[in-house]
């Protein structure tokens, strides 16, 4: 069966610190993969999503990037954090047709302090 | 663009019948779907329907489509305290693999 693991749990990070969160996903082969923020309001925000190696579609322009460096690896990364970078992150995977709906990781809480 | 519909929170009394509710702009959408979220979780799949299905079941669930509205509801029957969490519907086009989603309803059961 398909799985997806997101880490960290939770961080806290100072401000102009980098970071990197990573997302894999098992069991599945050229899956898309979505990163999305989560802030204190509820709403959903997509960042990027890839649907293939190298392949990056960006959103929303702001102080992060993505990479996928492998098929099932999905990286979000910012050289300087914010403070308006605190937030909930979510990875998601769906097949390549999407019809079936997106599998959501577990999330990192990202705390920029 | 498009854009999702939630009401933000739903009460209800445990053993009650819940019926969350989601309108959607885009006429052409075609995947609708819904998630919970339990808190400092990630989202997890309810269920989907598509756009050629009025009605579908799944144990205590039940979705219903009204495309000429463009309503989507969904009903969890004998609601339990475990049913807790905020409820996000979804709606994404068959061209796009992007959804949107809506900003969730928080349903609170108490006894």
């Known amino acids: 069966s398909q799985t997806i693991h997101q880490w960290p749990a939770t961080l806290v990070q100072p401000v102009g610190s980098p970071l990197s969160l990573e997302c894999t996903v098992e069991?599945?082969?050229?899956?898309?993969l979505y990163w999305y923020r989560q802030a204190a309001g509820r709403g959903l925000q997509l960042l990027f999503y890839?649907?293939?190696?190298?392949?990056i579609s960006s959103e929303v322009p702001q102080n992060l990037s993505a990479s996928r460096p492998q098929d099932r690896q999905f990286i979000l990364s910012s050289k300087k954090l914010l403070l308006s970078d605190s937030g909930f992150y979510l990875c998601?995977?769906?097949?390549?047709?999407?019809?079936?709906?997106?599998?959501f990781g577990s999330g990192t809480r990202l705390t920029v302090v | 663009g498009e854009d999702v519909e939630q009401s933000l929170f739903l009460s209800v009394r445990e053993g009650d019948s819940s019926v969350i509710n989601c309108t959607y702009t885009?006429?052409?959408?075609?995947?609708l779907y819904w998630y919970k979220q339990e808190p400092g979780a990630g989202l997890q799949l309810l269920t989907y329907?598509?756009?050629?299905?009025d009605m579908k079941q799944d144990q205590r669930l039940t979705v219903l489509l009204n495309k000429k509205d463009k309503h989507l509801s969904l009903r969890i029957a004998d609601t339990q305290t475990g049913d807790s969490a905020i409820y996000f519907c979804?709606?994404?086009?068959?061209?796009?693999?992007?959804?949107?989603f809506g900003r969730g309803t928080s349903l609170i059961v108490h006894p």
């Open positions: 998601a995977w769906s097949d390549y047709t999407a019809n079936y709906g997106y599998t």
């Open positions: 069991g599945t082969s050229n899956p898309n």
């Open positions: 890839s649907v293939g190696i190298g392949q």
């Open positions: 885009d006429s052409s959408s075609t995947y």
């Open positions: 329907i598509f756009s050629n299905m």
């Open positions: 979804a709606e994404r086009t068959g061209g796009s693999y992007i959804p949107t």
